[in-house]
Every structure is written in structure tokens, then in C-alpha cells.
Antibody, heavy 117, light 108 residues
Framework: QVQLVQSGAEVKKPGASVRVSCKAS????????MHWVRQASGQRFEWLGW????????KYSQKFQGRVTITRDTSATTAYMELHSLTSEDTAAYYC??????????WGQGSLVTVSS | DIQMTQSPSTLSASVGERVTITCRAS??????LAWFQQKPGKAPKLLIY???KLGAGVPSRFSGSGSGPEFTLTISCLQPDDFAIYYC??????????FGQGTRLQIK
């Protein structure tokens, strides 16, 4: 079954970091880039960045540059997104999504990250 | 950065109706325009990519058209399962991805 399965919900304090994982199965992991997108409640989606899963090369949105790190473990067919220096404005559902023709054809189920003191 | 503006924000319609949602890009995005459907608590589902190509398993009542800067998603005969939020999404020359603000399609 082709799917992306993400790690569970997290609650973090302001200033902390969070790491979300995304396990791919049912397809060749290194054939597609993996993206990370977030959606705060009632807001539009925001793209954070991507990783070329074969080479490990990354590209980040300028808004999150310096605060987000995307990595992957090809042997585990898993991608990771780490976001640092969290504030309440980072409270959102975070999704991994497989890259396809300028868009995303397969999404994880989402991981809710709540930042609260 | 590119801005993607959807209209309307909310659309009320009945089962069997034909509806159209519009997305306008602030800069040229060539063919890189996609549409997603999202239901409460769920991840988005890809409906249309490259302006008019149907995603895997997507019913043929969904169609996309347009050229810069205005693009449209049409649902030809609304089904009960179609009431959801719809988003457009672009990809630009700087390898950046931008979403519209969403259109809520609700039952009239």
C-alpha cells in the first residue's frame, strides 16, 4: 500500500524544537522529492521546504530558512522535519507530501504540533 | 513571492449543480497549477495537476482549465461527497510553492 505515515501529535514550549517523521512505503522512496507543508487552524497552507531523497539536497522557503531542517534516512525510507525556536504561531498541522509535477500527489495524515507555555 | 487569490471564499450549491471556482496568480506560473480537495481533519487530496490533468482515481466530473493569470476548477454535477474545501496551488520559477486561501463549498 502506497502511503506516508507520520509521527504523532506533539506539545512543545516556546523556544523548543520539534521533530516530525514521515515513513514512506509502497513505492521507491528515492524516486520522488519529499516536501513539508503546514496548515494553521483556519489558515492557508504554507510550504516549508523539500528534500531530494536520493541526494539529500534541500531547499527551504525563505520564511523558514535557518529555522527548519529537513533530513532523510534512505535505509528507513523516512523523512524528517525539525523546526527550531518555536512560538505560538507555529501551532499547526504539519504534513509531509510526495513531490509530483510541481505539486504533491501523496500526503501523510498530518502531525499536530501545539506550542504552549 | 507569487500570490494566489481564490474566489469565491464560500460557495453554496445543490447536488446536481455545476460549480466553478477561480484562482488568480499574481505572476506567470505557466502550467504549474494544481487543485486539492480537503475534508475536515483529513489531508488534502490531489484533484488536478498541470492545469487540466486529472489526478489518480479522480472522477471525471472534476475538470481544470485556464491560462495565466486565471485558472478554474469546475465540478460538472455536484455529488454529496463533493462538499469540502478546495485549494489551488502554484509552483514558480524560484522553485517555490504557494497555496490559495481556499473555497468552502457548502450545501445550499
Amino acid at each position: 500500500q502506497v502511503q506516508l505515515v507520520q509521527s504523532g501529535a506533539e506539545v512543545k514550549k516556546p523556544g523548543a524544537s520539534v521533530r516530525v517523521s514521515c515513513k514512506a512505503s509502497g513505492y521507491t522512496f528515492t524516486e520522488n522529492a519529499m516536501h513539508w507543508v503546514r496548515q494553521a487552524s483556519g489558515q492557508r497552507f504554507e510550504w516549508l521546504g523539500w528534500i531530494f531523497t536520493d541526494s539529500g539536497v534541500t531547499k527551504y522557503s525563505q520564511k523558514f530558512q535557518g529555522r527548519v531542517t529537513i533530513t532523510r534516512d534512505t535505509s528507513a525510507t523516512t523523512a524528517y522535519m525539525e523546526l527550531h525556536s518555536l512560538t505560538s504561531e507555529d501551532t499547526a498541522a504539519y504534513y509531509c507530501a510526495r513531490g509530483f509535477q510541481g505539486t504533491f500527489d501523496l500526503w501523510g495524515q498530518g502531525s499536530l504540533v501545539t506550542v504552549s507555555s | 513571492d507569487i500570490q494566489m487569490t481564490q474566489s469565491p471564499s464560500t460557495l453554496s450549491a445543490s447536488v446536481g449543480e455545476r460549480v466553478t471556482i477561480t484562482c488568480r496568480a499574481s505572476q506567470s506560473i505557466y502550467k504549474w497549477l494544481a487543485w486539492f480537495q480537503q475534508k475536515p481533519g483529513k489531508a488534502p487530496k490531489l484533484l488536478i495537476y498541470e492545469v487540466s490533468k486529472l489526478g489518480a482515481g479522480v472522477p471525471s466530473r472534476f475538470s481544470g482549465s485556464g491560462s495565466g493569470p486565471e485558472f478554474t476548477l469546475t465540478i460538472s454535477c455536484l455529488q454529496p461527497d463533493d462538499f469540502a474545501i478546495y485549494y489551488c496551488q502554484s509552483y514558480d520559477d524560484n522553485s517555490l510553492y504557494t497555496f490559495g486561501q481556499g473555497t468552502r463549498l457548502q450545501i445550499k
